[in-house]
C-alpha cells in the first residue's frame, strides 16, 4: 500500500481526502503534521519512566515510535485523524447502581470498534493510494502512535484533564484512528484546551488515578486494573471496583462538553443487549468456552476468561446481597488461581463464616498468592 512520494498538494486535495473520510462514514476528520510536539513527548517520557504505564511492557520497549512518528515511518509527512462517534443513549454512571449485574465500558458493548475503524482506514488509504498516488499506513490504537496529540494537532479535540480526547461536537464520545502518508497535505488548525477550571473528571476518580490534571497512572486505574493487569487485582482498589468488570466510563461520563454530543448513529457502536448490564452471577458461570462464545467479536474476548471472571468476582464481593455467597462459593475450586484468590476475598465480604468451613484449603493452594488471599481473610491464622 506505499508508493513513491507525491508532491506537494492544496488544499482542495485535502477537501476530497476529508470528504471521502466522512462518506466512508466517520464522523470528524482533520489533518495534522506528522510529528508530535515537546511537551507531549516529555509527558510520554515522564510517564513510562516513572513506572505509570504499570505492566504495559510494550509502552516501554516501542517508546522511540511512539514519541516521534518519523521513527515510526519515516516517509510519513502528513497523518489523517479519524474519528468516530459512540456516544452513549444514556448516563453510564446509573449502571453503577445495579450492584448485582456488570457494567461494562461502553465502548466494549459491541463489537470490536479497531476492527471496525480499520476497514474503513483501510478502504481509505487504498483510495488515496490508487487515486491520489499517495504513500499510506494505517494505524488503530494498538499500533505505537499518540494518537490523542495528533488528534489536537489535527482540530479533532483536545487531551482532556482525564488526558483522553474531548471533542466540542462529541465531548468524550471519539474512537480514532489514523492513516499516515507521504503527501505534504496542509494541516488544520489545533485545537485549544477548553477544559478551563473543571475537575469534574479528576475528582470523580474511584481510585485517585490523576495524580494531577493531565496526567494518568494507570496502575490506578480501573481501565487497566480490569483489562490490562494480569494478576490478581490489588487489595486497596477491589472495593472501588464497585460493579464494574471491563473498564470505566467515570471520568468520561461526567465532561461537561458531553451535553453537545449525540447518541452514535452506528449500528454497529449500539450496545448488545446481551453486555447491557447482565447478571454478575450469569458471567461468573461462564467456562472458556461459554466466555468465547459470549464474547465473540468483542474487545472483551482478547482479555480472556480468567481475568475477565476474576474481576466478575471483584464485583460480586461489592455487591453487599449474600445470595451471591453461593455462586462465589463454587468458584473456590476454579482451575484459575486468579479466579480463586478473588473468591477467597468475595466470599470473606459476603460470608465469612461460609468462609471459614472451607479453612482447610487455606494451606493446600498450590498458587502463592491465593494461600496469600486466604491469610488475609482469616486473619493470618491460616
Known amino acids: 500500500m506505499t508508493a513513491p512520494a507525491a508532491q506537494a498538494t492544496g488544499e482542495p486535495l485535502a477537501a476530497r481526502i476529508k470528504a471521502a473520510a466522512l462518506q466512508l462514514g466517520f464522523d470528524a476528520v ?30 516501554a520497549d516501542t517508546l522511540d515510535r511512539r ?12 497523518v489523517i485523524v479519524c474519528a468516530a462517534n459512540y456516544g452513549p443513549d444514556h448516563d453510564p454512571l446509573d449502571d453503577l447502581r445495579h450492584r448485582d449485574r456488570a457494567a461494562v465500558a461502553v465502548y466494549a458493548r459491541n463489537k470490536d470498534y479497531h476492527d471496525l ?38 482540530g479533532v479535540g483536545w487531551p482532556g484533564k482525564h488526558t483522553n480526547l474531548v471533542s466540542r461536537d462529541f465531548g ?52 487497566y486494573l480490569t483489562i490490562e493487569h494480569k494478576g490478581p487485582i490489588p ?17 468520561l461520563a461526567v465532561c461537561p462538553w458531553n451535553k453537545f454530543a449525540s447518541t452514535t448513529r ?31 467479536g468483542s474487545p472483551i474476548k482478547r482479555t480472556g ?5 476474576r474481576n466478575v468476582v471483584v464485583a460480586l464481593g461489592n455487591c453487599a446481597d449474600a445470595s451471591a455467597a453461593t455462586t462465589v462459593e463454587r468458584l473456590l475450586d476454579d482451575a484459575s488461581p486468579l479466579v480463586r484468590g478473588m473468591a477467597v476475598w ?15 484449603r487455606a494451606v493446600n493452594d498450590p498458587d502463592d498468592h491465593v494461600r496469600a488471599e486466604w491469610r488475609a481473610a482469616l486473619g493470618d491464622t491460616a
Open 172 to 223: 468524550s464520545w471519539l474512537f480514532l484512528g489514523e492513516v499516515f502518508t507521504t503527501l505534504e497535505l496542509p494541516a488544520d488548525a489545533a485545537e485549544v484546551d477548553r477544559c478551563g477550571s473543571c475537575r469534574r473528571c479528576l475528582d470523580i476518580c474511584p481510585t485517585d488515578a490523576f495524580p494531577a490534571p493531565y496526567a494518568l497512572d494507570a496502575r490506578r486505574c480501573i481501565s
Open 117 to 154: 475503524l480499520k476497514k474503513r482506514l483501510k478502504r481509505l488509504a487504498r483510495w488515496m493510494h490508487e487515486e491520489l498516488g499517495a504513500g499510506v499506513k494505517v494505524f488503530v490504537d494498538t499500533a505505537p502512535v499518540m494518537e490523542k496529540p495528533l488528534a489536537a494537532r489535527a
Open 67 to 78: 514519541r516521534d512518528p518519523a521513527v515510526l515511518w519515516p516517509e510519513a509527512r502528513s
Open 235 to 251: 487489595a486497596e482498589f477491589r472495593a472501588a471496583i464497585g460493579n464494574r468488570v471491563y473498564g470505566c466510563d467515570d471520568c
Open 30 to 59: 482533520g489533518i495534522a503534521p506528522a510529528a508530535v510536539g515537546a511537551r507531549e513527548r516529555d509527558r510520554l517520557d515522564a510517564f513510562v519512566a516513572g513506572g505509570e504505564h504499570g505492566t504495559m511492557d510494550w509502552m
Open 305 to 309: 476468561r480468567d481475568r475477565f471472571v
Open 266 to 296: 452506528e449500528l454497529a457502536f449500539v450496545p448488545r443487549d446481551d453486555l447491557t448490564l447482565p447478571l454478575l452471577a450469569e458471567l461468573a458461570a461462564l467456562d472458556d468456552a461459554g466466555f468465547r462464545a459470549r464474547f465473540a
Open 346 to 360: 468475595a466470599l470473606a465480604r459476603l460470608a465469612p463464616e461460609t468462609l471459614a468451613r472451607h479453612a482447610g
